[in-house]
Nanobody, 123 residues
C-alpha cells in the first residue's frame, strides 16, 4: 500500500505562486510514477502533470506548460512536488497527487490517490 498526503494549497491572487507537496509512505516510492490531477467545481477531474519513476520523463497538460513544474526527490524518498507560478483564476481546483506503476495522463494509470488540497486563485 501507498499513502499520499498533499499539502501546500491555499488562497492566492492571480499572478501569484504556490508550491504543492505530496508526502508518500508505504511501498517504495522511487519505483512508482507520480502525477498531479485537479478537479474544479462542477467539472471532471483532469490531468495536470506526471513524472516517471526515474524523473526522466515529464509531461504537462497544455494549459500549465511554462507555468507549473513537477519534480520528485527519490534520494530522500520524500515525495513529489508541484511548483505553480503565474496562477490564474481558472487554476482554482482541488489538486490531487497520484502514484502508480504506469503513470501517464489518464487516471487509470494510478492506483493510489491522496485526499486533495484546495487551491483558490482570485482575480
Amino acid at each position: 500500500q501507498v499513502q499520499l498526503v498533499e499539502s501546500g494549497g491555499g488562497f492566492v491572487q492571480a499572478g501569484g505562486s504556490l508550491s504543492l507537496s505530496c508526502a508518500t509512505s508505504g511501498r517504495s516510492f522511487s519505483s512508482l510514477a507520480m502525477g498531479w490531477f485537479r478537479q474544479a467545481p462542477g467539472k471532471e477531474r483532469e490531468f495536470v502533470a506526471t513524472i516517471s519513476w526515474s524523473g526522466g520523463d515529464i509531461y504537462y497538460a497544455d494549459f500549465v506548460k511554462g507555468r507549473f513544474t513537477i519534480s520528485r526527490d527519490n534520494a530522500k524518498n520524500t515525495g513529489v512536488y508541484l511548483q505553480m507560478d503565474s496562477l490564474k483564476p481558472d487554476d482554482t481546483a482541488v489538486y490531487y497527487c497520484a502514484a502508480g506503476r504506469y503513470g501517464g495522463r489518464y487516471s487509470n494509470g494510478y492506483a493510489y490517490w491522496g485526499q486533495g488540497t484546495l487551491v483558490t486563485v482570485s482575480s
